[in-house]
């Protein structure tokens, strides 16, 4: 357990996978270049009913990542974590968006930062992708895709996008689902994909 921690340079080697989670942060901290494999995505899938995360963040924590790599994270609440030039494999993410205790609340994956799965566990959770990261597989489909607050820059590489569709979930290439348009922000960057649009809410623009 971390506890308002400036900064921790550390590798864990293992752990037994019964520990849920291996590493918890409260309050505020810096990691950097921190190598966490505490837990396997085998050892999730098997018993789903206790997950274990290499690291978990909690409820008001404002934490930055700076290099290293982590296999998987787990966030939840009013809470801050912002990812810079890291490799991770699996993100679960129930924070949600606003601010509080002098912390602006959200998921950041920043710069040269590669993720291979980002979940999107809460209706009213937020996002930001910047231009240098990667994102294999965004799932927002536990949640209305709609509610998300969704900032991915121009340049941002997104492999498969997994969002809601009506009762079931639809999977789509980053280009797809860009061009089903569902909010005004999207609407620049489905223009710049080019190809045929498809808008499913009422979208008000600037001008074309």
């Given at each position: 357990?971390?506890?308002?921690?400036?900064?921790?340079?550390?590798?864990?080697?293992?752990?037994?996978?019964?520990?849920?989670?291996?590493?918890?942060?409260?309050?505020?901290?810096?990691?950097?270049?921190?190598?966490i494999?505490?837990?396997?995505?085998?050892?999730?899938?098997?018993?789903?009913?206790?997950?274990?995360?290499?690291?978990?963040?909690?409820?008001?924590?404002?934490?930055?990542?700076?290099?290293?790599?982590?296999?998987?994270?787990?966030?939840?609440?009013?809470?801050?974590?912002?990812?810079?030039?890291?490799?991770?494999?699996?993100?679960?993410?129930?924070?949600?968006?606003?601010?509080?205790?002098?912390?602006?609340?959200?998921?950041?994956?920043?710069?040269?930062?590669?993720?291979?799965?980002?979940?999107?566990?809460?209706?009213?959770?937020s996002?930001?992708?910047?231009?240098?990261?990667?994102?294999?597989?965004?799932?927002?489909?536990?949640?209305?895709?709609?509610?998300?607050?969704?900032?991915?820059?121009?340049?941002?590489?997104?492999?498969?996008?997994?969002?809601?569709?009506g009762?079931?979930?639809?999977?789509?290439t980053?280009?797809?689902?860009?061009?089903?348009?569902?909010?005004?922000?999207?609407?620049?960057?489905?223009?710049?994909?080019?190809?045929?649009?498809?808008?499913?809410?009422?979208?008000?623009?600037?001008?074309?």
């Amino acid at each position: 357990v971390l506890n308002n921690v400036n900064m921790i340079n550390t590798k864990v080697a293992s752990f037994s996978a019964k520990l849920s989670p291996a590493m918890t942060i409260y309050g505020k901290a810096t990691l950097n270049n921190v190598n966490i494999y505490g837990t396997t995505l085998s050892e999730l899938d098997t018993d789903p009913m206790w997950p274990v995360y290499d690291l978990a963040v909690t409820n008001y924590s404002d934490t930055t990542i700076n290099g290293g790599k982590i296999g998987t994270i787990y966030t939840w609440g009013n809470a801050r974590l912002a990812i810079n030039n890291a490799e991770i494999d699996t993100i679960k993410s129930a924070m949600r968006t606003g601010s509080g205790y002098g912390v602006n609340y959200g998921l950041i994956i920043g710069d040269n930062t590669k993720v291979n799965k980002v979940t999107m566990t809460n209706a009213n959770a937020s996002i930001t992708v910047k231009s240098t990261a990667e994102i294999g597989v965004l799932d927002l489909c536990a949640n209305n895709e709609s509610g998300m607050y969704l900032n991915i820059e121009p340049g941002a590489k997104i492999g498969k996008v997994i969002v809601k569709n009506g009762d079931s979930c639809k999977e789509m290439t980053y280009d797809e689902w860009y061009k089903l348009i569902t909010t005004p922000e999207k609407f620049d960057t489905a223009m710049k994909l080019g190809g045929e649009l498809k808008l499913i809410n009422d979208i008000k623009v600037a001008k074309i």
